[in-house]
């Protein structure tokens, strides 16, 4: 069975630090990995990896994946209030063409002015 | 270009009940799928839809049901209502398989 473990589950900084986000996983048959903010309803996609040691960046924040160690990490620099959410980075696997994602219990950033 | 749209965003409904959720995804997406969160779960796959067929389901129970139209809308559909059904349900679209999904507002169910 699938398994997305997130850590830390929650997380305080001040703004202006620069933080990391760790997601491990276990899968059967990897297809890709996303990133997703969510802040009241619905998460809002960030990135979506598939291939190890391409980093992914949009602005501060910034995602690469290990394929081998089975792991990815999202970055976040220079942090702002509007960066406190849940973050989340849901799973792509099993077979047969199913897109259904796999997701662990998130990491809540709270960002300190 | 519209993004999924979700209704109703709220519902309330009393136990024994059932209920009825629509999505329509992204215009030319033609996955839909469907997600429930609580607190104490979080987000928990339901089951994805691709061109009107289901293709997998997540752990529910038979209550639990959905489908697609051929213009690839979705419904989910929830029988004899449990308190514990009360939750945010979501649903992502996509435009084919593995590319990236994303998600509508949410209908907001409390079971009373």
């Known amino acids: 069975e699938d398994k997305v473990v997130q850590s830390p589950l929650s997380l305080v900084v001040h703004e202006g630090d620069t933080v990391t986000l760790n997601c491990s996983y276990e899968?059967?048959?990897?297809?890709?990995l996303l990133w997703y903010k969510q802040e009241k309803k619905a998460p809002t996609f960030l990135f979506m990896l598939t291939s190890s040691g391409i980093e992914k960046k949009s602005g501060r924040l910034s995602s690469i994946l290990d394929k081998k160690e089975l792991f990815s990490i999202l970055n976040i620099t220079a942090t702002q209030t509007g960066d406190s959410a849940v973050y989340l980075c849901p799973l792509r696997g099993s077979g047969g063409g199913a897109d259904g994602l796999t997701f662990g219990k998130g990491t809540h950033l709270i960002i300190q002015p | 270009k519209a993004g999924v749209t979700q209704t109703p965003r709220y519902l309330i409904k009393t136990r024994g009940q059932q209920v009825t959720l629509s999505c329509s995804p992204i215009s030319g997406h033609r996955s839909v799928s469907w997600y429930q969160q609580t607190p104490g779960q979080g987000l928990q796959f339901l089951f994805e839809?691709?061109?009107?067929?289901?293709?997998n389901k997540g752990n529910f129970p038979g209550r639990f049901s959905g489908r697609q139209f051929s213009n690839s809308r979705s419904e989910m559909n929830v029988s004899t209502l449990e308190l514990g059904d009360s939750a945010l349900y979501l649903c992502?679209?996509?435009?084919?398989?593995?590319?990236?999904?994303?998600f509508g507002q949410g209908t907001r169910l409390t079971v009373v």
């Open positions: 899968v059967t048959n990897f297809r890709s």
């Open positions: 839809y691709f061109s009107e067929t289901q293709r």
């Open positions: 992502a679209s996509s435009s084919a398989q593995n590319t990236e999904a994303f």
